[in-house]
C-alpha cells in the first residue's frame, strides 16, 4: 500500500511518500481503505518534534474510507469514519489501508461524501463531546467558541445553534466574521479590536465557553456568567496562562480540562446525520491529494485556512 510518513523530524519536506506492505487485520479489526483525512495541528506537531512520535510515524488522525472484506458486522463496501486512525493497524490516515479496532469505527450516511466525512470528523468529535458531552450545553443557553475559524469551531458553532443556543465567536478579521455569521454565529468579536471579556459582559456573560486558546483563559473566566462551565480543549496560543483565583472562585466557575477530547460513537452518529440532512456544513478549505501532504503542512502553518484542509487518496 501507498502512505505518507516521516523518519525523522523537521519542516513539511520530511513528509516522504513510501511503499509499505497492507497491514493484517486481528479478528478485531477491520481492514479499510482510506479514501480521505485532514491535517490537524497535531500533526504538525508531531512532524517537527515538539510532540515526539515513534519513527517511522503515519500521521492523520481521522479517516473515512470502504471497508475491504466483511468483518465484526460491517460488510464489504460499506462506508465508515474513524476519528481515532492513529491508533489503527498501519498508520493513520495518511496511509491507504489501515486496519481500525471495530470500536472506533462509525458508519457514513450515504449522502454525505468521504471529504466532508473526514472533514466533520475529529473536529466534529471534539467539538460535540466538548459542548454537548462534558459540556452539557442546554438550549436557551449562551456559549462562547473561541478561534471561530479553526475546523473545531465552525462545527462547534453549528451544532450550537442546532441546539437551540446563543453563541458567540471570535476571529481577527471582518471577511472571517461574515463567513462566520453565515454559519449562524449571533455575535463575531474581533478580538484583536474589541475586548472580548467586556463585549460578553454586556449581553450577561456566557453559560459555557469552549477555550481553544488556553492563554485566554482569563478572559474565558472574565466573560462568564455566574457558575458558567468552561471546557479547556486546546492550547493554540501557548501552554501557560496566568489567573485570577480569586475572580474564578467568586463565580463559582468550573474549568474541565478536555484530554484528548473526542465524542462518544453515537455522538459522532448524530453529527454525521445533521451533515446528511443538510443542517451542518462542514467549511472545507481546500483539497489535495495526499502526494501533496507537505504542501498541505505549508498552507496550515501559514495560519491562514478557514475550515479544514482535506487529503484524498486516489
Known sequence: MKTVRFAQFGGPDVLQVQDVPDPIPTENEVLIAVKATTVNHLDLYQRDGSRPVPLPFTPGLEAAGVVLHSAAGFSEGARVLTTRATA????????????????DLVRIPDNVSFAEAAAAGLAGSTAWGSLFELGKLQAGERVLI?????????????????AGAWVATTTSSEE???????????????????DVAKVLQGVGGVNLVIEL??????????????????????????????????????????????????ASSTGEERFLRLVADKKVTPLIERTLPIEQAAEAHRILESGHPQGKIVLVHQ
Do not use: C
Open 88 to 103: 489503527a493497524r498501519g498508520g493513520g490516515g495518511y496511509a491507504s489501508k489501515i486496519a481500525v479496532p471495530i470500536a
Open 146 to 162: 473561541w478561534a471561530g475559524s479553526s475546523g473545531v469551531a465552525t462545527l462547534g458553532i453549528q451544532f450550537a445553534k442546532q
Open 176 to 194: 472571517r466574521a461574515a463567513t462566520l455569521r453565515k454559519l449562524g454565529a449571533d455575535l463575531v468579536i474581533n478580538h484583536k479590536e474589541e
Open 213 to 262: 486558546v488556553s492563554t485566554t483563559l482569563q478572559t474565558s473566566l472574565d466573560a462568564s456568567a455566574p457558575e458558567a462551565r468552561i471546557i479547556l480543549i486546546g492550547n493554540l496560543g501557548g501552554q501557560l496562562a496566568t489567573v485570577d483565583t480569586q475572580s474564578w472562585r467568586m463565580k463559582r466557575a468550573q474549568v474541565i480540562g478536555g484530554g484528548a477530547l473526542r
